[in-house]
């Protein structure tokens, strides 16, 4: 798809042809798993994947929104007036839930608007195409209406519509990883406090290359629960050792000391996945900073490790595509990213190995699992903005 392309589509839809061009990324997560709800930090960054929305104000109070992923929706329209929740208008929820919630924080947004969307995220491989949807929706606001509002607002309130107006309990890693991107950077961000700090992520001659297993995650949901409720438990009898308000805060020493008090094998299993994977994120902003890429490929190996035997919410699907992976010439490092039992996970590989491993892996996998597995290239790009209406589309 080119902006001529989508230029032409606006013209169909909307009888215009003056705009302007807004993008926000979709986001990965390098390291920290399922440690965002125990207290501790994550390690996502942006990539080039994402959303585009093409947009100019309206004279009146009517907003008209298309999306050239969702052609058979066609065009949905609401006044400002209008800002419920209303299941006919699918996907456009999430961009009314953004001006609900802007107009509620405040700010002014006082005409309509015509907004075509498009987005080059892969269906279905868990980079966040709701949380993009949303911070290419708040940005497009901020510009379109002037608006001075801190970036970390927009973040929040991308989280508030997506717990708040879809009614998913999501965290903030999402909407902050996709605002708040840095080229060639991660970002390690603590959840309790949003505190973060950027890490360069130098690949001169490595890329992250997604591996979507095509497995939908069925159990994700379920196990998630059950996870974290384990790690309740875990978190209630060391309290009555240590003031730590979560297990994020205690260190791997305070950790061994007091793990004998935990009641059975597989309570102990599941905290130390949550302690020894914050202090993996601590690691790894180490080592990226010393440019210690190898080191960090090691912490994601050890990563997927505990996610398998520790916290055990891999499954077959991702242990085979990830160890496939580590028996590939050229890998740093692979790991699962996101809930796990299905999904995606991410390899670095160097850039003149890419085509074997893609092929090798890929063999390996539909072996074994009985279907094809499916490979992304990406690249770690800037958080959401606006484009230049010349640009070209990644």
């Known amino acids: ?17 003056d705009f302007r061009m807004f993008f926000a990324p979709g986001r990965i997560n390098l390291i920290g798993e399922h440690t965002d709800y125990n207290g501790g ?7 080039t994947f994402g959303t585009y929305a093409l947009t100019r104000e309206r004279e009146d109070q009517i907003c008209r929104f298309y999306s050239v992923n969702f052609p058979e929706i066609g065009v949905i329209e609401f006044s400002l007036d209008e800002l419920k929740y209303d299941e006919k208008h699918n996907w456009a929820n999430y961009p009314k839930g953004m001006i609900r919630y802007f107009l509620e924080a405040g700010y002014p947004i006082n005409q309509g608007m015509d ?18 949807i949303e911070l290419v929706t708040g940005v497009l606001l901020e510009n379109m209406f002037g608006l001075t509002i801190d970036r970390v607002d927009i973040v929040k309130i991308g989280q508030k519509v997506e717990n708040l107006f879809i009614g998913v309990n999501s965290g903030i890693m999402d909407q902050f990883a996709i605002g708040m991107g840095k080229q060639n ?13 950027y890490a360069p992520i130098n690949l001169v001659n490595h890329r992250i290359i ?36 979560s297990l994020g805060n205690l260190s791997v020493a305070e950790f061994t000391s007091l793990q004998e008090n935990l ?11 949550a302690v020894y994977e914050n202090e993996r994120t601590i690691k790894a902003l180490q080592a990226l900073k010393q440019h210690d890429l190898a080191g960090f490929g090691k912490l994601m190996n050890e990563s997927h490790i505990s ?35 299905g999904g995606c996970a991410i390899a670095i590989v160097e850039t003149d190995k890419i085509p074997a491993f893609v092929s090798k892996v890929g063999e390996t996998y539909e072996q074994k699992i009985g279907y094809a597995a499916s490979f992304y290239d990406v690249t770690i790009g800037d958080g959401a903005r606006e484009l230049p209406v010349e640009s070209e589309i990644a």
């Open 115 to 132: 907004i075509l969307y498009y987005g080059n995220i892969p269906n279905g491989a868990g980079l966040s195409s709701s949380a993009s």
């Open 41 to 47: 930090h994550v390690f996502p960054c942006a990539i």
């Open 185 to 197: 950077h991660g970002i390690l961000l603590d959840c309790n406090n949003l505190q973060y700090e």
């Open 263 to 273: 009641p059975n094998e597989i309570i102990k299993k599941r905290a130390k996945h």
């Open 1 to 17: 798809m080119t902006v001529e392309m989508l230029s032409s589509i606006f013209y169909e839809k909307f009888s215009k042809t």
């Open 307 to 341: 996610l398998r035997d520790d916290y055990e919410v891999t499954g077959i699907e991702l242990d085979t595509i990830v160890e496939a992976a580590w028996q590939q010439e050229g890998v740093i490092g692979a790991r699962m990213t996101g809930a796990g039992f």
């Open 210 to 245: 997604i591996m979507n297993t095509n497995k939908r995650r069925e159990l994700a949901d379920s196990k998630y629960n059950e996870r974290r409720a384990e790690c309740e438990e875990a978190l209630k009898v060391i309290q009555n050792y240590t003031s730590a308000e």
